[in-house]
């Protein structure tokens, strides 16, 4: 069963409080970041730190991960601290191709406890990793998800961000397209003005549209909007439920056809409805049976 991921909350590694109270915000992943969030001078700190975090922090239900540093940089470092802590994902940060999961799925298995455990999230962030995410998609078992990091890549390509995304759709669909053909997840980038919650919620909708798995997040403050959006409506349940019952039905009464509302049902359409009810279930909401 793959991991819920509807949002996916970063916390800096360097901040005791932020860390301590990461459970309470009920992400349905917590990322402790000793990338971006962190200063130079503060690495060696954040990676102890974290890793204490990891041993001694009641996360609740949420994944626990954390972003390295880039493979240039500090990654095996990182990992040499953090693996034995068990955390459950590394998030890699601008990841080029797949030789980069390679070499850190390498560094993961000299340094975890148990071999195998841990898995990997391939954060994209220029074009380079853009144009190869088809490629890192398909990199090893350890891998469970794309995610992409759009400031970087518009900064990569001298776009401007917008409030629609529109520089980004490529970018979105090619993580998209990459993960569902690897039969991974992907995850969306952050909406990064916090205070703007209308865009953030138009901002959710497209990436749900779109086919993204859930998101990434830079305050507490977005997570219910981005749940609420990513979550299935009434209607959606209703609609699923409905074709499940009609393909009951037609089996039921041995006709190899079933419609409802005088719409053929097809195998993409039972698959669709299949996945709806399978998420409401994992979320409460739709008991067994129906």
């Not at 932020?18 to 992400?27: D, E, K, R, S, T």
């Not at 890793?51 to 940089?73: F, H, M, Q, W």
């Not at 917008?162 to 993580?175: D, H, K, L, P, T």
């Not at 399978?278 to 739709?286: D, E, I, W």
Request: charged letters at 25%; proline letters at 4%.
């Amino acid at each position: 069963m793959k991991r819920l991921r509807r949002s996916m909350l970063f916390l800096p590694g360097n901040n005791p409080g932020m860390l301590q109270n990461g459970g309470i915000f009920a992400a349905d992943s917590v990322i402790l970041d000793l990338e971006d969030a962190v200063a130079p001078q503060e690495k060696d700190a954040a990676r102890f730190l974290v890793a204490e975090a990891l041993r001694s922090i009641d996360y609740g239900n949420s994944e626990k991960v954390v972003r390295i540093n880039p493979l240039e940089t500090f990654a095996e470092r990182d990992i040499a601290v953090i693996a034995p802590s068990r955390p459950d994902v590394i998030l890699i940060p601008k990841v080029q191709c797949s030789k980069d999961i390679e070499e850190i799925s390498k560094m993961v298995s000299r340094y975890e406890l148990l071999p195998g455990s841990i898995r990997l999230i391939a954060l994209l962030e220029t074009p380079q990793g853009i144009a190869q995410a088809h490629n890192i998609a398909g990199t090893g078992k350890r891998l469970s998800a794309l995610a992409l990091g759009a400031e970087d890549y518009t900064a990569s390509l001298g776009a401007t961000r917008s409030r629609y995304g529109e520089e980004i759709f490529f970018a979105r669909m090619m993580v998209i397209n990459a993960a569902a053909a690897a039969s991974i997840q992907s995850i969306d980038t952050p909406f990064t003005d916090v205070d703007d919650i209308d865009g953030l919620q138009q901002d959710t909708v497209l990436a749900k549209k779109l086919g993204f798995k859930g998101k990434l997040v830079i305050n507490p403050r977005q997570i219910d909007v981005i749940h609420e959006v990513f979550n299935p409506s009434n209607g959606e349940i209703s609609w699923a439920v409905r074709v499940l019952e009609a393909i009951r039905q037609a089996e039921a009464e041995g006709s190899g056809v079933a419609s409802l509302q005088g719409k053929m049902i097809d195998a993409p359409i039972v698959s669709r409805a299949e996945q709806i009810v399978h998420l409401a279930r994992r979320l409460g909401l739709l008991k067994e049976g129906f």
